[in-house]
């Protein structure tokens, strides 16, 4: 099938549209904290395989990976 995917303004949720065959399935994720990194114009539009797909879906960004330094806070 073909996914479709969609964010809006607050980039904090995504929706996707997969084509069956016969019809669409909607699909809608909400991220708790944080946002995605999406692209806003035609140009930075993408096809994503389906590894960078899940990396989506876990709140990455999969075109522009990046590794950052994390200093863990002490439990209070």
Not at 39 to 44: Q, V
Request: hydrophobic share 35%.
């Amino acid at each position: 099938g073909t996914l479709f995917l969609f964010c809006g303004r607050r980039s904090d949720r995504i929706k996707g549209l997969l084509w069956m065959g016969d019809g669409f399935l909607q699909l809608y994720k909400r991220l708790e904290a944080g946002s995605l990194s999406w692209p806003r114009t035609s140009e930075e539009a993408a096809d994503l395989t389906e590894e960078q797909f899940r990396y989506l879906m876990i709140g990455l960004n999969p075109l522009n990976p990046k590794v950052r330094e994390v200093t863990p806070q002490k439990p209070t």
